[in-house]
Structures are given as structure tokens and as C-alpha cells.
């Protein structure tokens, strides 16, 4: 089989959640966006509805469809969103609570959807989503007094402790909402870590939640184990690989192994990047293609079956590191050609 193995560690995605509940006094909920950062929306929804997970986000409604039907009624699911044109019959037959993001947004929920929940997105500074400081004066009698379930807000530099935005959207945002009735939720991963100022009443991990920074005493979660599918003696002036772009200068060993720039492995890495025979760190030698890539395997004593990109070796962080990209994006382009398997350690 020449299949690699994603191995996804429900367990531990279910003690990083209780590890950053433990943090806040307030209620913890779960970022499951993009298939749950691609490691499986139903299974790791369902994981963490048994350990106490009551309220769960997903950036669009299509999302939070396929979330309820894993969990079937009872749990909240948020919509970061909003309510998009279109996504009346989705909210209401899914029962779904939209962020809503705008003027433009609450007239188009009152008028399809009146006494359907909602909660209100406000911009604080990050200027990406919500309502900004004018548009929310404008609105907030009339939408408090409809009760909006939550009243949100998102942090731009949160992974960055002593950043000055911190401290300044924390104070736009109290600025906007203190005194209002609605709970309230400003902190993702990174502001869960910042500290209590930032927790309110409900925190919105993710990341931290698949063992990724700014959570660094996350468990790790996944690993990626890739099959040998064949090794060759290189001599000196061979080269490895699409464009020649790697030449051997000593006589060496090259493993191909079965995964690709299809799979998630994203090509720009390659050169920086390890894959571990065992023990030992080999290095990606040659361009990444499509469903393969070249390994010097030279330094190993006894060729494993299996070779590891993601695991014990190697997080998820310093594999972004040598892709120059981050934790996020690691996980979000894991390909969907692995066998993915689900423990609970
Ligand atoms: C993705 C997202 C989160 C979760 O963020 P992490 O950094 O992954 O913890 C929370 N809130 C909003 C608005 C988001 O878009």
C-alpha cells in the first residue's frame, strides 16, 4: 500500500481543550472551522461534545450544516460569517446562530428569520469582520433589544503577547460593550493565553485545540507517517528529482516515498524540510513533485517500511517553520489521500 497514515489523536485534542478550559472561568467553546483545521469536522466535534463542548464555531453556514448533523440537536453552533444571502433555509433547518457582521446583515435576518438567535460580530480593530465603532452605535439599541446570544470580537495579534493592539482592542472593545446585557467573547487561542482581561464570558479556542502555537504546552495531535516506496545508490554527479536541482557530491542513498505537493506537502518547503527513518533525520533532497519526494537516506542502518514527516520528531510548528508558514496552514492542507486513522491516547 503505498497509502501514507494520518494518524489524528482525538484524546489529545480533547485534553488540549480541557487544558485551555481550565484557564478561564467562563465557558470554552470550539473553533471547527475548515473541518475542524482539517483534521475531520464529525469525528473531532463528536470527541469534543462527550468531554463538555457546548457551543462550537464554523466560518460559514454550509460548515455548521454538516456539524449539526455529527451532532444532532442540543449544542450551539456559531457562524462567524453571519447571514449571508441565501443561508435562511441553512440556519433555520440546521439551527444555526449567525454572527452578524453588519447593518446589511441584521436587516436581512430580521426580515427572513425574525426570533431566530443571532449574536453580533463587532470590528475592534482588525478590520476583517464585524461591525465597526459608528455602525454599531447606530444599531445597538435596536439589536440589544432582541437579545443577541453573544456579543464578539477578534484579536489580530494575539500570538504576540506584548503586542500594543492587544491592549487596544481589548479597550475598543470594552468601550463598544460594557454595560450590555449579551455575554461576551473577544479571545481565540492566543487571547486565552493572554490572560483573564481578555477571557469574558466565553473563550473561542482553535489551534491550541490540534496541539499548534501560541499554545506551546499543547499535546500534539497528528502524525504522518509516509511509505518507502523504493530506495537506489546515488554517485557522486547524479542528480535527484524534477530540474536537477539537487546533485549528489558523495556517494549516497535516496528513499522515494510516497506523498506529495497533492497531499498538503507544500512544494516551497523542500529544501528545508526532515522527514525521520527511525531515529535518524534525513533530509528532502531534490523538488517535491506531485506524489513523491526524494529522501537522502543515506545515515540510516535498517530502511523502515514508513518514514515520518509529522510525529514524536517533528510538530506541526517547525514543519510550518521550514515551509515558512504557519501551524494553520499546515493542518488545513493536509490532503484528503491519507488513510486517516482516529485513536484517543
Ligand atoms: C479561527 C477563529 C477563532 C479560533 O482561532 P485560533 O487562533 O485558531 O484559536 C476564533 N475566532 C474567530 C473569529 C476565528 O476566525
Redesign the pocket.
Known amino acids: 500500500m503505498a497509502q501514507s497514515v494520518l494518524t489524528i489523536d482525538l484524546g489529545a485534542i480533547c485534553a488540549n481543550w480541557r487544558a485551555l478550559a481550565a484557564m478561564n472561568a467562563g465557558q470554552t467553546a470550539a473553533?471547527v472551522?475548515a473541518n475542524a483545521y482539517g483534521l475531520g469536522a464529525a469525528k473531532v466535534v463528536t470527541a469534543l461534545a462527550d468531554t463538555g463542548v457546548r457551543t462550537f464555531?464554523v466560518a460559514q453556514a454550509e460548515e455548521g450544516v454538516v456539524i449539526r448533523q455529527a451532532l444532532g440537536p442540543g449544542p450551539t453552533i456559531c457562524v462567524?460569517g453571519g447571514h449571508m444571502h441565501g443561508d435562511a433555509p441553512l440556519l433555520r433547518d440546521a439551527n444555526l446562530v449567525p454572527m452578524i457582521n453588519s447593518i446589511d446583515q441584521m436587516l436581512r435576518h430580521v426580515e427572513s428569520l425574525p426570533a431566530h438567535p443571532f449574536g453580533i460580530q463587532l470590528d475592534s480593530g482588525m478590520n476583517r469582520l464585524g461591525m465597526e465603532p459608528g455602525e454599531w452605535s447606530a444599531l445597538r439599541d435596536i439589536a440589544l433589544g432582541q437579545k443577541p446570544v453573544l456579543v464578539m470580537s477578534?484579536l489580530a495579534c494575539a500570538d504576540e503577547p506584548n503586542h500594543g493592539m492587544n491592549a487596544f482592542q481589548l479597550q475598543t472593545f470594552r468601550q463598544m460593550t460594557d454595560g450590555i446585557d449579551a455575554p461576551r467573547s473577544l479571545a481565540?487561542?492566543?487571547g486565552t493565553i493572554l490572560g483573564p482581561d481578555y477571557h469574558f464570558d466565553m473563550t473561542?479556542?482553535?489551534?491550541?485545540l490540534y496541539g499548534c502555537l501560541p499554545f506551546f504546552d499543547a499535546r500534539p495531535v497528528v502524525s504522518l507517517d509516509i511509505p518507502v516506496i523504493q530506495v537506489r545508490d546515488v554517485n557522486p554527479g547524479e542528480s535527484v528529482g524534477y530540474g536537477n536541482s539537487w546533485v549528489a557530491r558523495v556517494p549516497g542513498r535516496i528513499a522515494t516515498i510516497s506523498a506529495g505537493y497533492a497531499d498538503g506537502i507544500i512544494r516551497a518547503m523542500g529544501p528545508k524540510a526532515y522527514v525521520w527513518a527511525g531515529e535518524t533525520r534525513c533530509k528532502i533532497v531534490g523538488r517535491i513533485s506531485m506524489d513523491l519526494i526524494g529522501v537522502d537516506v543515506s545515515a540510516v542502518q535498517d530502511m523502515p517500511d514508513m518514514v515520518e514527516l509529522l510525529g514524536r520528531h517533528q510538530t506541526v510548528d517547525s514543519l510550518a517553520d521550514a515551509a515558512g508558514t504557519i501551524g494553520?496552514e499546515i493542518l488545513t492542507s493536509l490532503g484528503t489521500r491519507y488513510t486517516r486513522r482516529y485513536i484517543s491516547s
Do not use: D, I, L, W
Open positions: 473553533a472551522k464555531f462567524f477578534h481565540a487561542t492566543g473561542r479556542p482553535g489551534v491550541g494553520y
